[in-house]
């Protein structure tokens, strides 16, 4: 068995659970390298740079339909009408003028994303996401104003140690509006993130390696 293939069984091993999906975190990954992963059969990959992803995926959706790519960087809003054409999901939905923009083009290319609003749970200066304050009104505006797809929350909790705070608080909020999904946890903590009912866990160097 293929080395990527058999970290990336390993990991499924140790979350065990049919209802969690494994978002393999191939950016800055060549093609060639993540290929066997693809061949294996899984369909849920992870990029943070539009243009990334675009290069190394659009061929790859036409002949493989079946591939479900997950913006999971910031989004810039410059970059949103593109977003829209090669993504699937976002994972960074975190301001009004982005949610107009990915509801425009949405519209104009008759598709429908799936989305998480990304909550700055520890209100950290130097970090996108909504504000725990504003997160009602927000989600509101986006699915009621907009008909955006709003699966579920997602968060990037500070490596701080109390990372269990941080998962409590995202899946209570998750709670609150009725979302189904959660996205959080990463290689480094998504078996904590697992014990408060994530759905989605972001990985990439437990499954590629590191990278360079």
Request: overall charge positive.
């Amino acid at each position: 068995m293929n080395s990527i293939v058999q970290r990336f069984e390993n990991i499924k091993s140790l979350i065990n659970n049919s209802n969690v999906k494994i978002v393999a975190v191939s950016k800055t990954f060549t093609y060639e390298h993540i290929e066997p992963l693809v061949e294996y059969g899984h369909v849920h990959f992870g990029e943070n740079k539009v243009q990334e992803a675009v290069a190394k995926w659009h061929n790859i959706k036409k002949v493989n339909p079946k591939i479900n790519l997950h913006m999971i960087g910031k989004l810039q809003s410059n970059k949103a009408k593109e977003a829209v054409n090669i993504f699937d999901y976002i994972h960074s939905l975190d301001n009004q003028k982005l949610a107009n923009l990915l509801a425009k083009y949405e519209n104009a290319v008759k598709k429908k994303l799936k989305y998480f609003i990304q909550v700055n749970v520890a209100n950290e200066k130097q970090k996108s996401g909504i504000g725990i304050e504003s997160l009602d009104d927000f989600y509101y505006y986006c699915t009621k104003e907009l008909n955006i797809n709003v699966i579920g929350l997602m968060s990037l909790p500070p490596n701080d140690g109390n990372e269990k705070i941080y998962f409590k608080s995202l899946m209570e909020l998750n709670k609150s509006l009725g979302l189904k999904e959660l996205s959080m946890g990463m290689s480094g903590d998504f078996q904590e993130a697992l014990q408060h009912e994530t759905t989605f866990v972001r990985i990439g160097s437990s499954i590629f390696g590191e990278r360079v």
